[in-house]
């Protein structure tokens, strides 16, 4: 089957440090991977996507990079910064186009 | 703004009544997505339209349906409502039907009482 595990949170950081959500997926096939973002009181947002092997999305200071080998897309930023506070989301779509998000988690940055 | 317009914002209903959500896609997305998000249960995807057709489905129960019109809204059904039902709802909408980049909307906030 498909599904997403992502760290549970909530995760607690102080300014400027260095930030990594795991993520690991199972698919059939060859999905596409996402992270998406959502701050309170909003819808998700798109934060970066891969769509192959060893491709590398990156967005204000994001990146995860699409592990085939280790079915991974951990999330990393080098320095969080206190607007960066919100729920973040990974996410696959499989090639029968049905989505499949984790469970999020729960970014704090403190000043 | 993601283009995606969600009405109501706020639903709030009792137990065993009907309500009707409605999704607004961006201007040129043929795809509407239907998506519950819920304390216990995470973000679930419930179910995906494509120019007028249904066209996957996830976990969508029995008692709830949806469709999209001609003019490529959509609307969420939710019948016989329960508490469990209380949640986020979401639409997303794509341009096309494969592996296309979602973009959500704020949401419509459903209360059972």
């Known amino acids: 089957g498909n599904s997403v595990t992502q760290m549970e949170g909530p995760v607690t950081l102080s300014e400027e440090a260095f930030l990594t959500i795991n993520c690991t997926y199972t698919?059939?096939?060859?999905?596409?991977l996402f992270w998406y973002v959502q701050y309170p009181g909003e819808g998700l947002q798109l934060l970066l996507k891969?769509?192959?092997?060893?491709d590398k999305g990156s967005n204000k200071g994001f990146e995860a990079t699409y592990r085939k080998e280790t079915t991974s897309f951990h999330l990393e930023k080098g320095s969080v910064q206190v607007s960066d506070s919100a729920v973040y989301f990974c996410a696959l779509i499989n090639t029968g186009n049905q989505f499949y998000f984790g469970t999020g988690t729960s970014l704090t940055v403190i000043p | 703004d993601s283009g995606v317009t969600q009405t109501p914002k706020h639903l709030i209903t009792a137990t065993g009544q009907r309500v009707t959500l409605r999704c607004s896609p961006r201007s040129g997305d043929l795809s509407v997505y239907w998506y519950q998000q819920s304390l216990d249960q995470g973000l679930q995807f419930l179910i995906q339209y494509y120019n007028g057709e249904e066209r996957a489905k996830g976990n969508i129960l029995e008692r709830f349906s949806a469709q999209q019109f001609p003019d490529l809204h959509s609307e969420l059904n939710l019948s016989s409502l329960e508490l469990g039902d209380s949640a986020l709802y979401f639409c997303?909408?794509?341009?096309?039907?494969?592996?296309?980049?979602?973009?959500f909307g704020a949401g419509t906030r459903l209360s059972v009482l």
């Open positions: 997303a909408s794509s341009v096309g039907l494969v592996k296309n980049i979602q973009y």
């Open positions: 891969a769509t192959k092997a060893d």
């Open positions: 698919a059939t096939g060859y999905p596409s």
